[in-house]
């Protein structure tokens, strides 16, 4: 049986095999994690830059661009946010701004992203009462019939395409 030692890290009275002491410095597992943990946060505080997608921008079709884009995570970037949220900015769009959207919407459901696009018009027909009828074919085309709010203002022959689906 091999011979354990004592962990290096004061107050720690874990005891440790040679070969790990030989990895970590003399260090049980659970201290040297935390002293990498330390390290890394360390590294991260001094190195975080913190990044403005919204600088410079007041077209609010961008901004909700923009907020509906997923980010993807990095521990060195600390996002600002807008400093209306999403929902204030829907409400205060102009009906032009809001077709855009539309035309948005249909853009990414066309090329594959339902998600975002389901996720653009309920916010459009939730926040600003906006009629989506003309896009609702193209849902129906896609499959896409959840969130239901999407077909409150169906017309006769889109509610009966839903009925027959």
């Not at 035309?103 to 009629?131: C, K, P």
Request: aromatic residues 8%; negative net charge; charged residues 25%.
């Amino acid at each position: 049986m091999t011979e354990k030692v004592p962990c290096q890290s004061e107050g720690c009275a874990a005891m440790i095999l040679p070969t790990t002491a030989a990895k970590t410095g003399g260090y049980c597992m659970p201290c040297y994690q935390e002293q990498e943990r330390k390290k890394r946060e360390a590294y991260i505080q001094q190195h975080r830059k913190t990044v403005n997608l919204y600088e410079g921008l007041n077209d609010p079709v961008e901004i909700l661009k923009i907020m509906h884009s997923p980010k993807q995570y990095d521990p060195l970037i600390k996002y600002t946010p807008y400093p209306r949220s999403k929902e204030q900015v829907y409400a205060s769009s102009s009906p032009t701004e809001a077709e855009s959207m539309v035309a948005y919407a249909s853009h990414l459901l066309v090329s594959g992203d339902e998600d975002t696009s389901r996720d653009i018009l309920s916010s459009l027909v939730s926040f600003r009462n906006e009629s989506i009828a003309g896009c609702l074919p193209l849902l129906l085309e896609h499959e896409v019939y959840y969130p239901g709010i999407l077909y409150k203002d169906a017309g006769p022959d889109v509610r009966d395409r839903l009925w027959i689906s």
